[in-house]
C-alpha cells in the first residue's frame, strides 16, 4: 500500500504533463471498470498507444479501478438492465444483435453495458477535475509542502542524497 501511494506520488510530483496523467486515469478507468476481455477494451489499449499517457499512472489507477468496480456492480447492473430494457432501444439492441460484429462486443450483458455507459458518463468530468487538481497540487500543495521545515530537513539530509544518486540508476523515471 505504501508502495502504490509511493508511485502515486512520484507521478504527480513529475514533470509529467497534468493532461498525460488524467488521460491515464480515465482510461484505467474504462479498462478497470468494465470487463477485461471486452471488445472495446482493445480501442482503449490502441488509444493508449497513440496518444501520450503515463503509463505509470494508466497501470497503478487500473488496478484500483478494477478493486473499486467490484463494490459497484450491482450498481453497473442496474444501469445496464435499464438500458437494455428500454422500450425504445429494443429497435436498436436487435439490430446490434442481428450484426455479428457488434454481437462480439457482449453489449448485452448488463455488466458490461452498465461499467461502460458508466465509465463513459465520468470520463469528461474526471478529465476535467483531474487536470484542475493536478495543476492546483503543483502550483499550492507541493510549493507549500517544498518550503515546510521536515521537507528542507530530508531533502538536505544525506539519506536523500544517497536515495536520489539511487534511484536513477534503475532507468526508471
Not at 68 to 86: E, K, N, Q, R, T
Request: with cysteine; net charge positive; hydrophobic share 50%.
Amino acid at each position: 500500500m505504501i508502495e502504490l501511494i509511493a508511485k502515486i506520488v512520484r507521478v504527480l510530483n513529475s514533470e509529467t504533463e497534468p493532461s498525460q496523467i488524467s488521460l491515464a486515469v480515465c482510461f484505467a478507468m474504462i479498462i478497470g471498470f468494465t470487463p477485461l476481455m471486452s471488445p472495446h477494451n482493445l480501442i482503449v489499449l490502441l488509444l493508449i498507444c497513440i496518444l501520450r499517457v503515463n503509463l505509470s499512472a494508466f497501470i497503478v489507477t487500473w488496478g484500483i479501478f478494477s478493486g473499486l468496480a467490484y463494490l459497484l456492480d450491482p450498481i453497473f447492473h442496474g444501469i445496464g438492465l435499464a438500458v437494455l430494457s428500454a422500450e425504445s432501444l429494443q429497435p436498436l439492441w436487435t439490430g446490434f444483435y442481428n450484426n455479428i460484429w457488434l454481437r462480439l462486443s457482449n453489449f448485452n450483458n448488463t455488466l458490461v453495458m452498465g461499467s461502460l455507459i458508466f465509465s463513459l458518463v465520468l470520463f469528461v468530468p474526471l478529465l476535467l477535475g483531474l487536470n484542475f487538481g493536478i495543476r492546483t497540487y503543483r502550483s499550492r500543495v507541493l510549493d507549500w509542502l517544498k518550503k515546510t521545515r521536515i521537507a528542507q530537513a530530508l531533502s538536505a539530509s544525506r539519506f536523500y542524497h544517497i536515495y536520489q544518486t539511487v534511484s536513477g540508476w534503475g532507468g526508471r523515471s
